[in-house]
């Protein structure tokens, strides 16, 4: 197997190569699947998009209420949390996985 050629602005994870802005998305898809699975093994309803993974209920300890899967998506993602922290009766987390949101003025 020949050695995979790293080009500039980009990182090797293996083969073949993989850019920063998909390295980002693969962890995010990779996060929102284990939020999935354990919030399957505790019976908690979620909702998944292209856009983000969410729950409107009380998240698991140390799990956000919601997770952002896209970079560019960020209309859709801030209308989900606005409309979560109308309606949650308890503290919210989000995890920003691409730091694209401004969540400031949401209160956070």
Known sequence: MMPTQKKE????????????????QLAA????NLYE?????????FQRSE??????????????NIVTLAPNATEEQTSAIKTL?????????VKDSFNTLGL????F
């Not at 898809?29 to 929102?32: E, I, R, S």
């Not at 922290?85 to 987390?93: G, K, M, Q, V």
Request: aromatic fraction near 10%; glycine fraction near 6%.
């Open 85 to 93: 922290c109308e309606t949650a009766h308890f503290n919210l987390a």
């Open 51 to 64: 856009s983000h993974f969410q729950t409107s209920q009380e998240p698991l300890p140390f799990y956000s």
């Open 9 to 24: 602005g980009e990182q090797v994870l293996g083969s073949p190569v993989v850019d920063h802005i998909n390295w980002q």
């Open 104 to 107: 400031t003025p949401l209160g």
């Open 29 to 32: 898809q990779n996060n929102a």
């Open 37 to 45: 699975h354990m919030f399957t093994a505790h019976s908690l309803p």
